[in-house]
């Protein structure tokens, strides 16, 4: 269906990627204008699912350390639509990092009736970013995000992704320049005179070993001294675009046009927003 949308708009060829909400919209949409089965059909269903119930005491169920379970959800969600890890080398890390968790709570954690849960979220991750793990693109952002590197890349991938770097900076090496016409009608070529001097072997790291080889995690300063892989880290990580910023001036907008309020102009109403959302920046704040 995107793709429809994007040839529509003749737009194919210019959009990389394309972020969609939740679709809360079309499940509530489902919902209602779902077809009803026959009413007694349902209550053949109901009589059928009657005999195989078991009961259970909820203070069992609530004893069961389920919110252990759903904190690394919950908390890799917060990390994936937090805008300062906007890239898209932090999907794969993330996505690994919460199945690895969701694995040590089922191998480790006493777990009696969260079981299921827990196979359902390990599951349903698998099913829905299963991707991320065989993706050239992913691997690529996230060997070049200074925060992984080549730690959460599998050791039979890490040397075609070490070779996927090296050839995507050995690209912005390679000259794009053509010839004038002066350095045509030259007698004498380049090569000429290249070939004359023997070429002695460069002990020096490219930019991509020196990369890798760094600690330092920091967006600002890994890649002060490598302007070839800065390049290759926007390629790869360029942000991907997000509703949650606008949604948070959504939220701040509600509490400043109040009932009590309503005759605001909308000039007045988007000064006080920006004066809101942007108190942070003021001095003595």
């Not at 429809?4 to 499940?27: Q, Y």
């Not at 009657?50 to 203070?59: I, S, Y």
């Not at 849960?117 to 991320?132: E, N, P, S």
């Not at 016409?181 to 072997?201: G, L, R």
Request: aromatic fraction near 8%.
């Amino acid at each position: 269906m995107l793709e429809d949308i994007h040839k529509d708009f003749k737009v194919e060829h210019k959009v990389s990627l394309t972020t969609t909400d939740n679709g809360s919209n079309f499940v509530k949409a489902f919902q209602v204008f779902a077809d009803v089965q026959d009413s007694n059909e349902e209550e053949n269903e109901e009589e059928e699912d009657d005999k195989d119930l078991h009961f259970t005491e909820v203070t069992n169920i609530l004893n069961d350390p389920g919110d252990e379970v759903l904190a690394p959800l919950a908390k890799a969600l917060d990390l994936l639509q937090w805008d300062k890890m906007a890239y898209y080398g932090v999907l794969l890390p993330t996505i690994a990092t919460l199945i690895e968790k969701l694995q040590k709570i089922k191998r480790e954690s006493k777990l009696q009736y969260c079981t299921p849960l827990v196979d359902a979220l390990i599951g349903g991750v698998k099913q829905r970013f299963g991707y991320v793990f065989e993706s050239r693109k992913c691997l690529m952002a996230t060997a070049c995000h200074p925060m992984f590197r080549m730690e959460y890349i599998l050791t039979e991938q890490k040397a075609d992704t070490e070779t996927g770097l090296r050839e995507e900076v050995r690209r912005l090496q390679t000259p794009s320049t053509s010839p004038t016409a002066d350095e045509e009608e030259d007698p004498v070529s380049e090569d000429d005179i290249t070939s004359f001097f023997p070429k002695k072997k460069d002990d020096r790291l490219d930019e991509m070993e020196v990369f890798l080889k760094s600690l330092d995690t920091s967006l600002l300063t890994a890649f002060s001294p490598l302007p070839k892989m800065r390049r290759v880290f926007i390629k790869f990580n360029t942000g991907v675009l997000a509703s949650a910023a606008c949604e948070r001036l959504f939220s701040v907008g509600k509490d400043i046009f109040t009932a009590k309020r309503n005759r605001l102009s909308d000039k007045n109403f988007e000064r006080l927003l920006m004066c809101r959302v942007n108190k942070r920046f003021c001095s003595g704040s």
